[in-house]
């Protein structure tokens, strides 16, 4: 076992934008990669189970789970951190929306929340409070019991269909 | 000085408004700093090897295999950090009888727990620690292990902790009253058992703590996710042989603490052994698992409670006999006999009565040691007491809300005494049940519930009041001797920009403190909130504080800020008459500029006052006051607690098929005085809702009886999620307390102190024609269609 794990592979991505080549060890999931070899601390590990959402980045335009998906797997991808989307400012409407609506407390669920919320904001149409809550439910939070992070998405659908729409 | 509170066009008016969180920014876009975010040079991490058997013999450690996995630095025993971390034992004075054994950072000779530390193992990575972790070799000699609270004291229970002489932790039981004759003479006496399951807080960021031992400096830096962190630091200090003066103590970012991390964990005392004894900085961050097997449990209650009350449904005596059962050490330094204490103290709180008895039974067992978590004992008194009111207001044919309004305090009786000895300044129980039944236009809800009703469709409507123990004095530890301040300090000064600097002793886990000092803060002296900086967690930094646990950020620590800042307010007024030759009194600070009072007209903007006093203080009048610095602590001290009051409303339907239960909507009306953040306070009575909602639906820790964690994972220890939770009402009565200048108390709480209660409560109103009851936590399909006799028992 601890030999295979020990094999590192070669990879080549882009992350928030910019190339990224590294040399991973075959075992090491993307969040860790992400965490410990870019410095890129927004995506948090806390379940570690896949269940939780802490960890939720954009691959090829989709919401993963950083905990479920190995460094080597992102090879030949497309990343994006809550860092880099905030760099880019694709989701600038979404966060004022949430510190307005004070839809986070302790804030380490959020760019999970973001990137999943970001996910549902992206389909076609004006999302439900019963959808909105849907997609959000493998985001786990702790402090705000969800109410406000529901309002601030479901603003932030708003407002863009309006915009769409103009 | 006083502020009119009750002026909202007066200046600088931002107590009582939602102003933006200073740190939301930061939190969104991912530049928050947690503890494991924090690398330092020559870092290295520890992981635990944990006890598998719940009692066991430690017979032998073989760690040869370990110290040769590539990457490892080093690997300790018990034996070897107890020679240099003394044990500590978790008692306080005045919880009178309560006992434990000496606790040490790793199990010495004998492990007690499913995942008791065991063998730290210390290496350039984690990865590498946790194969190290692997081949360590203990040889466990298994013990009998005590897994139920009920038989922990029989004759054939074996004895947990021999030197304790039985397994009886603390026993406490209060009388007020003639509470035999009471029940005697009573026209309707209502029993019930009760249970609220073994909870965990499940915090998204795992406990995590990073320490460094600079053998130069002889200094010790903790980064660590705490609520408390003066209390840590005398702790390390204390229990490492090392001045207090030279730990010091850094809290920055916490994702989620809610009572978890304001407690002292083994593993957590051992990173910082072992940064001490390698002389370089040591990172631990639990697992999952580990925050299942190691974070306290709580809320691990059985009670038995009667309530008698005459015809009119007047509550004559309450009877309450409760039993908890806490793992097998009690958690320094605030030890696991408070929570059942606490059901003693709560319970029947909202209701004038003159016959109560409460006992509590605190019991050790082989599973994680429970202790306070957010809201502590109020959970198991409001459902207790709560559902035996529901419970006799059926038997009397009378309506939820009317027994309710019958027996609680009226609003004009303060200061009263309870039945059991608590102290109330000031509620307004009948005030907030008005609101409530104009938020949820009861009336309306009854009639849309009996017209579904007649379609076969079961909603239920759950009603609780409850009581909330805020602001505590040191009445709660302090008097029991432990390191726990209770009161709160705050430095406020203006720099040359005329710019402010709060420096608070109380913590930001996530809840708002950074914002409410801020606004605070700004209204005391001048300015706009934006203009103040507020700085939290580091011992080295801020005033000696108390931290953030027993809702008391916003009453106490708010309040020192107050102070400290219109003290400083009349400082740089002071400056400001010797710079205009104007009388001091007839100036003020209004958006940051010094103005007349009674005009309005400007006089200098702050900047300017700042400019002469730092650079040009040779022009101002030798001798004057220049100190735009101002400290002030704030403590409690004509009730030893500042009790706040509220009611909680849920509407929600029992699926009678498959015994699933979907929330619709649920209401809170509470009185935290003054509301300092409107935003804010709603968001934490919302958040608290849903923790208390988790463990009326959810949350429930399973063992075997060999005392084996069954469900360690968040795949297997169900917590509320989005999809699952209602949208919640809030209303707000204010009685401030007379205490302070602020008049704020506590709202942390509140929300997970009811929700369990109005659950339950609706639960029952919907399964009452169907002459089904629960009241086991959490209520599950598989209970609730057992209430049902859908499943046999």
């Given at each position: 076992?601890?030999?295979?794990?020990?094999?590192?592979?070669?990879?080549?991505?882009?992350?928030?934008?910019?190339?990224?080549?590294?040399?991973?060890?075959?075992?090491?999931?993307?969040?860790?990669?992400?965490?410990?070899?870019?410095?890129?601390?927004?995506?948090?590990?806390?379940?570690?189970?896949?269940?939780?959402?802490?960890?939720?980045?954009?691959?090829?335009?989709?919401?993963?789970?950083?905990?479920?998906?190995?460094?080597?797997?992102?090879?030949?991808?497309?990343?994006?951190?809550?860092?880099?989307?905030?760099?880019?400012?694709?989701?600038?409407?979404?966060?004022?929306?949430?510190?307005?609506?004070?839809?986070?407390?302790?804030?380490?669920?959020?760019?999970?929340?973001?990137?999943?919320?970001?996910?549902?904001?992206?389909?076609?149409?004006?999302?439900?409070?019963?959808?909105?809550?849907?997609?959000?439910?493998?985001?786990?939070?702790?402090?705000?019991?969800?109410?406000?992070?529901?309002?601030?998405?479901?603003?932030?659908?708003?407002?863009?269909?309006?915009?769409?729409?103009? | 000085?006083?502020?009119?509170?009750?002026?909202?066009?007066?200046?600088?008016?931002?107590?009582?408004?939602?102003?933006?969180?200073?740190?939301?920014?930061?939190?969104?876009?991912?530049?928050?700093?947690?503890?494991?975010?924090?690398?330092?040079?020559?870092?290295?991490?520890?992981?635990?090897?944990?006890?598998?058997?719940?009692?066991?013999?430690?017979?032998?450690?073989?760690?040869?295999?370990?110290?040769?996995?590539?990457?490892?630095?080093?690997?300790?025993?018990?034996?070897?950090?107890?020679?240099?971390?003394?044990?500590?034992?978790?008692?306080?004075?005045?919880?009178?009888?309560?006992?434990?054994?000496?606790?040490?950072?790793?199990?010495?000779?004998?492990?007690?727990?499913?995942?008791?530390?065991?063998?730290?193992?210390?290496?350039?990575?984690?990865?590498?620690?946790?194969e190290g972790a692997n081949m360590v070799d203990?040889?466990?000699?298994?013990?009998?292990?005590?897994?139920?609270?009920?038989?922990?004291?029989?004759?054939?229970?074996?004895?947990?902790?021999?030197?304790?002489?039985?397994?009886?932790?603390?026993?406490?039981?209060?009388?007020?009253?003639?509470?035999?004759?009471?029940?005697?003479?009573?026209?309707?006496?209502?029993?019930?058992?009760?249970?609220?399951?073994?909870?965990?807080?499940?915090?998204?960021?795992?406990?995590?703590?990073?320490?460094?031992?600079?053998?130069?400096?002889?200094?010790?830096?903790?980064?660590?996710?705490?609520?408390?962190?003066?209390?840590?630091?005398?702790?390390?200090?204390?229990?490492?042989?090392?001045?207090?003066?030279?730990?010091?103590?850094?809290?920055?970012?916490?994702?989620?603490?809610?009572?978890?991390?304001?407690?002292?964990?083994?593993?957590?005392?051992?990173?910082?052994?072992?940064?001490?004894?390698?002389?370089?900085?040591?990172?631990?961050?639990?697992?999952?698992?580990?925050?299942?097997?190691?974070?306290?449990?709580?809320?691990?209650?059985?009670?038995?409670?009667?309530?008698?009350?005459?015809?009119?449904?007047?509550?004559?005596?309450?009877?309450?006999?409760?039993?908890?059962?806490?793992?097998?050490?009690?958690?320094?330094?605030?030890?696991?006999?408070?929570?059942?204490?606490?059901?003693?103290?709560?319970?029947?709180?909202?209701?004038?009565?003159?016959?109560?008895?409460?006992?509590?039974?605190?019991?050790?067992?082989?599973?994680?040691?429970?202790?306070?978590?957010?809201?502590?004992?109020?959970?198991?008194?409001?459902?207790?007491?709560?559902?035996?009111?529901?419970?006799?207001?059926?038997?009397?044919?009378?309506?939820?809300?009317?027994?309710?309004?019958?027996?609680?305090?009226?609003?004009?009786?303060?200061?009263?005494?309870?039945?059991?000895?608590?102290?109330?300044?000031?509620?307004?129980?009948?005030?907030?049940?008005?609101?409530?039944?104009?938020?949820?236009?009861?009336?309306?809800?009854?009639?849309?519930?009996?017209?579904?009703?007649?379609?076969?469709?079961y909603r239920g409507i759950g009603i609780a009041?409850?009581?909330?123990?805020?602001?505590?004095?040191?009445?709660?530890?302090?008097?029991?001797?432990?390191?726990?301040?209770?009161?709160?300090?705050?430095?406020?000064?203006?720099?040359?920009?005329?710019?402010?600097?709060?420096?608070?002793?109380?913590?930001?886990?996530?809840?708002?403190?950074?914002?409410?000092?801020?606004?605070?803060?700004?209204?005391?002296?001048?300015?706009?909130?934006?203009?103040?900086?507020?700085?939290?967690?580091?011992?080295?930094?801020?005033?000696?504080?108390?931290?953030?646990?027993?809702?008391?950020?916003?009453?106490?620590?708010?309040?020192?800020?107050?102070q400290s800042a219109r003290a400083l307010r009349?400082?740089?007024?002071?400056?400001?008459?010797?710079?205009?030759?104007?009388?001091?009194?007839?100036?003020?600070?209004?958006?940051?500029?010094?103005?007349?009072?009674?005009?309005?007209?400007?006089?200098?903007?702050?900047?300017?006052?700042?400019?002469?006093?730092?650079?040009?203080?040779?022009?101002?009048?030798?001798?004057?006051?220049?100190?735009?610095?101002?400290?002030?602590?704030?403590?409690?001290?004509?009730?030893?607690?500042?009790?706040?009051?509220?009611?909680?409303?849920?509407?929600?339907?029992?699926?009678?098929?498959?015994?699933?239960?979907?929330?619709?909507?649920?209401?809170?009306?509470?009185?935290?005085?003054?509301?300092?953040?409107?935003?804010?306070?709603?968001?934490?009575?919302?958040?608290?809702?849903?923790?208390?909602?988790?463990?009326?639906?959810?949350?429930?820790?399973?063992?075997?009886?060999?005392?084996?964690?069954?469900?360690?994972?968040?795949?297997?220890?169900?917590?509320?999620?989005?999809?699952?939770?209602?949208?919640?009402?809030?209303?707000?009565?204010?009685?401030?307390?007379?205490?302070?200048?602020?008049?704020?108390?506590?709202?942390?709480?509140?929300?997970?102190?009811?929700?369990?209660?109005?659950?339950?409560?609706?639960?029952?109103?919907?399964?009452?024609?169907?002459?089904?009851?629960?009241?086991?936590?959490?209520?599950?399909?598989?209970?609730?269609?057992?209430?049902?006799?859908?499943?046999?028992?």
């Amino acid at each position: 076992m601890t030999d295979v794990f020990r094999d590192r592979i070669d990879i080549a991505l882009t992350v928030n934008g910019e190339p990224v080549e590294a040399r991973v060890p075959a075992g090491q999931h993307l969040v860790d990669f992400l965490r410990g070899e870019l410095g890129l601390t927004g995506a948090h590990a806390s379940c570690e189970h896949g269940v939780c959402g802490a960890c939720t980045v954009r691959v090829d335009g989709q919401a993963v789970r950083g905990c479920l998906m190995l460094a080597v797997q992102a090879d030949r991808t497309e990343v994006w951190t809550v860092e880099g989307l905030s760099d880019s400012a694709a989701i600038r409407d979404l966060q004022d929306a949430f510190v307005a609506r004070n839809a986070l407390q302790c804030g380490f669920c959020t760019p999970g929340m973001l990137v999943s919320a970001q996910e549902l904001l992206e389909a076609d149409g004006v999302p439900s409070r019963e959808e909105i809550r849907e997609h959000l439910s493998g985001n786990y939070c702790r402090c705000t019991g969800y109410e406000a992070i529901v309002d601030a998405v479901e603003t932030v659908a708003r407002a863009r269909a309006g915009k769409g729409a103009a | 000085m006083t502020i009119r509170f009750d002026n909202p066009d007066r200046p600088n008016s931002y107590i009582g408004k939602t102003v933006p969180r200073p740190n939301a920014a930061r939190l969104v876009q991912g530049r928050g700093q947690y503890v494991d975010d924090v690398v330092l040079p020559r870092l290295v991490h520890v992981a635990f090897v944990r006890s598998p058997l719940a009692h066991a013999r430690i017979a032998a450690i073989d760690t040869a295999e370990a110290a040769r996995v590539k990457g490892v630095v080093r690997v300790f025993t018990g034996e070897e950090l107890a020679a240099v971390c003394t044990p500590w034992v978790a008692v306080l004075a005045h919880l009178k009888g309560l006992k434990s054994p000496p606790q040490y950072p790793l199990a010495v000779g004998r492990a007690t727990w499913v995942g008791e530390p065991v063998v730290a193992v210390v290496a350039t990575s984690r990865l590498a620690a946790e194969e190290g972790a692997n081949m360590v070799d203990v040889d466990y000699e298994p013990l009998p292990a005590v897994t139920d609270m009920m038989t922990a004291l029989d004759a054939g229970t074996p004895v947990l902790h021999e030197e304790m002489g039985d397994n009886l932790a603390f026993r406490r039981l209060h009388e007020q009253g003639d509470v035999d004759a009471a029940f005697a003479a009573a026209h309707t006496v209502v029993e019930a058992h009760f249970t609220t399951a073994r909870h965990t807080g499940v915090t998204p960021e795992p406990r995590s703590i990073l320490v460094d031992w600079n053998p130069a400096e002889g200094q010790m830096t903790a980064w660590h996710a705490t609520q408390a962190p003066h209390m840590i630091q005398t702790v390390l200090a204390q229990h490492l042989d090392i001045p207090e003066g030279r730990v010091r103590v850094i809290c920055g970012d916490v994702g989620g603490s809610y009572g978890i991390k304001v407690h002292v964990y083994p593993d957590e005392v051992a990173t910082a052994a072992i940064a001490k004894i390698l002389g370089r900085p040591v990172k631990f961050i639990a697992d999952r698992l580990e925050s299942f097997n190691t974070d306290i449990h709580a809320r691990d209650h059985e009670i038995v409670a009667r309530l008698a009350v005459d015809e009119e449904g007047r509550i004559l005596a309450m009877d309450v006999d409760d039993w908890t059962a806490i793992g097998s050490y009690s958690v320094y330094p605030r030890t696991s006999a408070i929570e059942g204490n606490q059901v003693v103290n709560l319970c029947g709180g909202p209701y004038d009565f003159a016959n109560y008895r409460a006992r509590t039974s605190v019991v050790f067992q082989n599973k994680v040691p429970t202790c306070q978590y957010r809201a502590v004992g109020h959970p198991i008194a409001v459902a207790v007491t709560e559902g035996l009111v529901d419970m006799a207001a059926a038997r009397l044919g009378m309506d939820p809300v009317e027994i309710r309004r019958r027996n609680m305090y009226r609003d004009n009786a303060y200061p009263v005494t309870s039945p059991a000895m608590m102290r109330f300044e000031g509620l307004s129980h009948h005030a907030s049940m008005n609101r409530l039944m104009e938020l949820m236009d009861y009336d309306g809800l009854r009639a849309e519930q009996a017209a579904l009703r007649a379609k076969g469709i079961y909603r239920g409507i759950g009603i609780a009041s409850f009581i909330e123990l805020t602001n505590p004095s040191p009445f709660m530890y302090g008097i029991g001797g432990a390191r726990i301040s209770a009161q709160d300090g705050c430095t406020v000064r203006m720099d040359p920009d005329g710019s402010i600097v709060a420096l608070s002793g109380v913590t930001e886990q996530g809840q708002g403190t950074e914002a409410m000092l801020s606004q605070v803060v700004a209204e005391g002296v001048g300015v706009s909130p934006d203009r103040v900086r507020v700085i939290t967690g580091d011992t080295q930094v801020t005033p000696y504080g108390g931290g953030t646990w027993a809702s008391r950020g916003a009453g106490i620590g708010g309040e020192a800020a107050l102070q400290s800042a219109r003290a400083l307010r009349h400082s740089i007024l002071e400056v400001a008459g010797a710079m205009l030759q104007a009388d001091p009194s007839g100036l003020d600070i209004r958006a940051g500029q010094v103005v007349d009072t009674a005009s309005g007209e400007a006089r200098m903007p702050l900047e300017e006052l700042g400019r002469i006093v730092y650079f040009r203080g040779d022009t101002l009048p030798k001798g004057l006051p220049r100190e735009l610095v101002q400290t002030r602590h704030f403590i409690t001290s004509d009730y030893p607690f500042a009790f706040t009051n509220g009611v909680q409303a849920s509407w929600l339907e029992v699926d009678t098929e498959t015994g699933v239960v979907k929330l619709l909507k649920h209401w809170c009306v509470e009185d935290c005085g003054r509301v300092i953040n409107p935003l804010l306070v709603d968001e934490q009575i919302r958040g608290g809702i849903v923790q208390g909602l988790g463990g009326a639906l959810y949350e429930e820790i399973h063992y075997d009886g060999e005392g084996q964690l069954l469900n360690g994972s968040m795949a297997d220890y169900l917590v509320p999620m989005a999809a699952e939770m209602p949208d919640m009402v809030i209303g707000h009565v204010e009685t401030p307390t007379m205490e302070s200048m602020l008049g704020a108390k506590g709202a942390g709480e509140a929300g997970t102190a009811g929700s369990p209660a109005a659950v339950m409560n609706a639960i029952n109103d919907a399964l009452r024609p169907l002459g089904a009851e629960v009241t086991a936590m959490p209520f599950t399909p598989e209970r609730i269609l057992r209430a049902l006799r859908v499943i046999g028992n």
